[in-house]
């Protein structure tokens, strides 16, 4: 199966940036889409963004686009999330997921396998 280890979380100002990293093994990850999600204290499960087995294709939520980037090395079996800008708002925790196919949903039961999460808070 595949195994996914978020690291990168952190206490960070308004405005600050983070990187999260998400390190995936398997040897059927490079086939793999990769999605970003949060969870706020009290809220469900919310998409961030995700990108398709190749990287070439990238899909953000509204409320992180142009903020957030996602990138991954297939070679390294890692995916990350660059995050500028932050706002109090992002305060979640973040969590790196696999769908068992080479593109992308926004749908977080669409993913089969999970990370453990990785704690963002962003203070005012």
């Known amino acids: 199966q595949v195994l996914l280890v978020e690291s990168g979380g952190g206490l960070v100002q308004a405005g600050g940036s983070l990187r999260l990293s998400c390190a995936a093994s398997?040897?059927?990850?490079?086939?793999?889409?990769m999605g970003w999600f949060r969870q706020a204290p009290g809220k469900g499960r919310e998409f961030v963004g995700a990108?398709?087995?190749?990287?070439?294709?990238?899909y953000y939520a509204d409320s992180v686009k142009g903020r957030f980037t996602i990138s991954r090395d297939n070679a390294k079996n890692t995916v990350d999330l660059q995050m500028n800008s932050l706002n109090p708002e992002d305060t979640a925790v973040y969590y790196c997921?696999?769908?068992?196919?080479?593109?992308?949903?926004?749908?977080?039961?669409?993913?089969?396998?999970w990370g453990q999460g990785t704690q963002v808070t962003v203070s005012s």
């Open positions: 997921a696999v769908r068992a196919w080479r593109f992308p949903s926004t749908a977080a039961n669409e993913y089969a396998y």
């Open positions: 398997g040897r059927t990850f490079s086939s793999y889409a």
């Open positions: 990108i398709s087995w190749s990287g070439s294709s990238t």
